[in-house]
């Protein structure tokens, strides 16, 4: 039962029609106080064109990953894919309040409807759709955990196209369902490290034993892109086009919160590339800075892989072999294998260099969490909310808790919304190892973030 303290004042499911869903993606870039960076070609070390990009993407994903236009309009067919599971519900998590007997109104915005079961698909479909307008055949990609794996393959599979993905090992032998559903979409799966590509078979040849990790993953979807004509490279996150197509999460939940007359304090979201939170904060950041709301940010990394809170902000690539262009970001070098967590989504050395750049400007802040205490916040989360979350937003969950604590100790009655940006139904032998008293945390202590970081690539400043 629900007490006066958290009686239910309003729905606990906001919807939007399918007809109230945005038809625009969002572009934060240009309403931002200084652009980022630009992304340097590692040969010349000059800023990156088109021309550089071609062998990997198409010129419609391009002309968005360097767009100056604040909105861009959404395909019809990507809408037409969109409405299977969009607009996702913003859930008030009355039952969670109740538990931690908090004064704070818990809001998380609910990605796990989506076909993949994650908030994955918003950037596969229209990527698929954008390939193969330009004629390219097939796409290659890595994968973690496997919801952006499952999410390319469900949109390759609606445009014809076919899909390769390469898993992190790790995942590939904690995971093995998604595998399965990878392929009854019509893709083909490899474990990375993989004998299938040159980056596979060096590092194999030097740590037989790899558990891989995304940017080794990244390197043999990249590889084989590249040598073949009539196959592009998709990748899941960082991109400023992938956060792009991920605003629509945010969007709709400004038009959600607007219905029940909330006004957000604080919004957490879990951080691997960051596309989940940038889709989730983009659109909320774009109204704070016009003056319009005044909202904290927290981005929630895993302490085993800490790229914000303790890597440096340099020059790197994107994959382990070197092969991408120079991104300025937060980093633990690309040579950084992080320990096997379960959630295997945040396992990159790397952070989206747009996302880095508002870490920098102060317009974000971050924290990194074990994984112990999120599983901990996901299993309380499930037990009242009846959701089970993927292994990545418990971080997020874990934040949101813990500032909900902090309003059952001050009194304050905080507004927080978090990105639930995926169930774990196929994630079950994480919660397995938990439960079971077998998990433990990794925590990446100061020397091994300076072994880490020790061979960055040597880029001058100015
Ligand atoms: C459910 C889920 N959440 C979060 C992430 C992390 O990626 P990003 O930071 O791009 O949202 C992943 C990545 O695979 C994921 O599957």
Redesign the pocket.
Known sequence: MIDARNARTGPTKIGLDESEMPTQWYNLVPDLPSPPPPVLHPGTLAPVGPEDLAPLFPMDLIAQEVSDQRFVDIPGAVLDIYRLWRPSPLYRAYRLEKVLDTPARIYYKYEGVSPAG???PNTAVPQAYYNARAGIRRLTTE???G??GTALAFACAQFDLQCEVWQVRASYDQKPYRRMMIETFGATIHPSPSNLTAAGRQILAEHPDSPGSLGIAISEAVEVAAQNADTNYAL??VLNHVLMHQTIIGEEALLQLAKVGEQVDLIVG????????AGLTFPFLREKLAGRMSPRIRAVEPAACPSLTKGSYAYDFGDTAGMTPLMKMHTLGHEFIPDPIHA???RYHGMSPLISHLYEQGLIEAVAKPQRECFAAGVQFARAEGILP?P??THALAAAIEEALRCKESGEERVILTAL??HGHLDLPAYDAYLSGSMVDHELDESAVAQAVAHLPAVPVG
């Open positions: 994650s908030h994955k994968t973690g955990a919801q952006w899941g996150s879990c951080t691997g590339g960051g596309s989940n939170f295997g989504g945040l993927a990545e937003p940006c995926g």
